[in-house]
């Protein structure tokens, strides 16, 4: 069955400092897609970054960057110099390919505060 | 563009009582989602419609009831409410493809008392 854990309940930055949300996953299936969530304090979730296990590559977007490992079954999330507007809850989520139920397993959630 | 719409945005219920999430979505696409967020347990799927015409159960089905009324529209029914559904409901809808990403409404938050 899959499952997505995120151990890290909430974490409490001062602005500038970078911090890492970790994701491990669990899945039997050989393709599945991964995924992460923002909710901002509004409530609404917005989508953030989609990867394939076929694809390890690390990817960037601005201050954001994502590391997929196989090896490891892990999909960590990383904000450069944070922002007080990055303070949210992050969700990691996890869909199969082939097997399981054709909908997204979202992971508990990292609620991150950074502080001014 | 209204994207996913939920109503009504707030409930508070009696035990016993019942009442229906309404979600409908825009964007044409043929899967649609229920989702329950609880503190601590992140977001569980209660029901899902993979296309018009189909509902399966998620993670947590019990006490509730979906309708697919269209490709449109996809309802979540609570028969007889229970303080332990006490939640913040998310309505989603993606293509029917499992790699696709969900649009979220913007949420109910529902007390049962």
């Known amino acids: 069955a899959q499952k997505v854990t995120q151990a890290q309940t909430e974490i409490s930055v001062v602005e500038k400092e970078d911090v890492t949300l970790d994701c491990v996953y669990e899945t039997r299936d050989t393709t599945y897609y991964l995924f992460w969530y923002k909710q901002p304090p509004s409530g609404e979730l917005v989508f953030l970054i989609r990867?394939?296990?076929?694809?390890?590559q690390n990817e960037i977007s601005g201050r954001y960057s994502w590391n997929f490992q196989k090896s490891t079954s892990s999909f960590n999330f990383t904000i450069t110099a944070s922002q007080v507007v990055d303070s949210a809850v992050y969700f990691c989520?996890?869909?199969?390919?082939?097997?399981?139920?054709?909908?997204?397993?979202f992971g508990s959630g990292t609620r991150l505060q950074v502080q001014p | 563009n209204a994207g996913v719409t939920q109503t009504p945005k707030f409930q508070v219920l009696k035990t016993g009582q019942s009442m229906t999430l309404q979600c409908a979505q825009d964007?044409?696409?043929?899967?649609m989602y229920w989702y329950r967020q609880d503190p601590g347990m992140g977001l569980r799927l209660i029901y899902y419609s993979a296309s018009e015409g189909t509902t399966d159960k998620g993670e947590v089905p019990n006490g509730y009831n979906v309708s697919r009324l269209n490709k449109r529209e996809f309802s979540l029914r609570l028969e007889s409410a229970a303080p332990s559904q006490t939640s913040v409901y998310f309505c989603?809808?993606?293509?029917?493809?499992?790699?696709?990403?969900?649009?979220f409404g913007s949420g109910t938050q529902l007390s049962v008392l």
């Open positions: 990867r394939n296990s076929f694809d390890e």
């Open positions: 989603a809808s993606s293509e029917s493809r499992r790699d696709e990403k969900l649009f």
């Open positions: 989520a996890l869909s199969e390919a082939h097997t399981g139920r054709r909908a997204l397993t």
């Open positions: 964007m044409n696409h043929n899967s």
